[in-house]
């Protein structure tokens, strides 16, 4: 079913987070088209393998996107690898409950080791919208900075 990812993403001042995290786990993730309204990606998390869609649903605010992901087995994605196109990226997620939201944390381990991004997923953008108080570990909002996609991490580094 076609979805609405609704997001923002942040830069990280501090590791802090990494007190405050429940869970982390390992993402690998290649970019099978790096079209400039559609991109399409596989991912391995731990032992699951994702494909997913996205498409720009308003290109003046890269916070919203149509998205659709499908779990895959493991060895559909391991072989899907051998399509990427760009740089594969490789990061480590921490889930970081705050207050009534759960922040992702990303640190990048490629293609640039040390940039460490927090995104927040909404569930409407009317949620999005709603000023609220963030940790103090989080800087910058980055949302419609394009250098900042994972798409562009993979083309660019």
Do not use: H
Request: proline share 4%.
């Amino acid at each position: 079913m076609l979805g609405k990812e609704i997001e923002k993403k942040f830069l990280v001042r501090s590791t802090e987070f990494k007190n405050q995290a429940v869970r982390k786990y390992d993402i690998k993730q290649a970019y099978l088209c790096l079209g400039p309204d559609v991109i399409v990606r596989v991912r391995l998390r731990d032992n699951q393998g994702f494909l997913t869609v996205k498409s720009l649903a308003d290109k003046n605010n890269l916070s919203v996107r149509n998205e659709w992901e499908k779990e895959i087995s493991l060895q559909e994605a391991e072989d899907l690898f051998s399509f990427s196109t760009g740089k594969i990226i490789e990061k480590t997620r921490y889930i970081v409950p705050w207050q009534d939201i759960v922040i992702e944390v990303d640190e990048f381990k490629s293609p640039r080791p040390g940039l460490i991004i927090a995104e927040i997923e909404f569930p409407d953008e009317k949620s999005a919208d709603y000023q609220r108080e963030l940790p103090g570990w989080i800087g910058k909002e980055v949302t419609n900075d394009p250098q900042y996609l994972n798409v562009n991490l993979a083309k660019n580094g």
